[in-house]
């Protein structure tokens, strides 16, 4: 099955600098990679995501770049702000919904 | 978006009881349905695949006859955890299918406490 690894396990920025959270797979028939948001207690956001047959993806101050040759994917948070602290996950699946998720990065934006 | 209710929100229960979780596609017919559990400050693990009419299909290492589900219908899954055990203590989430791409929601998830 699918392996997702996700790092870094934290990252603490100061508010206003870009945030990095890069993930790797193993399946290369995987071509839906989306990244949630979770908050403590609640439900994971979809925040961005990205199919395979397209290398970057952007929407507003959130960026997720694809190398599928390298079986990587990255989430870029620009101009970060205290409500971008949370926990991240990147996910992958090979077309079926069942994704396989990272482990998680918590990202703490300091004012 | 589509909406994916789940209830209760938080359930604190005896050792030894059975506790059921409801998962509600309120404005979509969901025909799969996927049960998560995610421990304190870890990731989401996939505990099996509920499809609508048929039986579940369980991860490995998931005990089928521990964690009962049941898709009775296009709107409705449920998850009872039988003879829970204080290890079963989890925030426990689904999510649905939605049908409108590739996108599945969430649902807000159950807090399990087993005493």
């Known amino acids: 099955g699918e392996n997702v690894e996700q790092h870094p396990s934290t990252l603490s920025v100061q508010e206003g600098d870009s945030a990095v959270i890069k993930c790797t797979y193993s399946?290369?028939?995987?071509?839906?990679f989306p990244w949630y948001k979770q908050e403590l207690g609640k439900r994971p956001q979809l925040i961005i995501d990205?199919?395979?047959?397209?290398g970057e993806k952007k929407d507003q101050r959130i960026a997720v770049t694809l190398n599928k040759t390298a079986k990587h994917f990255s989430l870029h948070i620009t101009e970060t702000q205290p409500e971008d602290s949370a926990v991240y996950f990147c996910a992958a699946t090979p077309n079926d919904y069942k994704l396989s998720f990272g482990a998680g990065t918590t990202v703490t934006v300091r004012a | 978006g589509a909406v994916v209710s789940q209830h209760p929100s938080r359930v604190i229960c005896k050792s030894g009881t059975s506790v059921k979780i409801e998962c509600r596609s309120l404005d979509f017919q969901a025909t799969t349905m996927f049960w998560y559990r995610q421990f304190p400050k870890q990731s989401l693990m996939l505990m099996a695949t509920s499809n609508e009419g048929s039986k579940a299909t369980y991860e490995q290492g998931v005990e089928k006859d521990k964690f009962l589900i049941n898709h009775a219908s296009l709107t409705l899954s449920t998850l009872t955890v039988t003879s829970a055990h204080p290890e079963d203590s989890s925030f426990y989430i689904c999510?649905?299918?939605?049908?409108?791409?590739?996108?599945?929601?969430f649902g807000s998830g159950t807090q399990l406490s087993v005493l």
């Open positions: 999510s649905a299918e939605g049908g409108f791409g590739e996108k599945l929601f």
């Open positions: 399946d290369s028939a995987s071509n839906y």
């Open positions: 990205i199919r395979s047959n397209v």
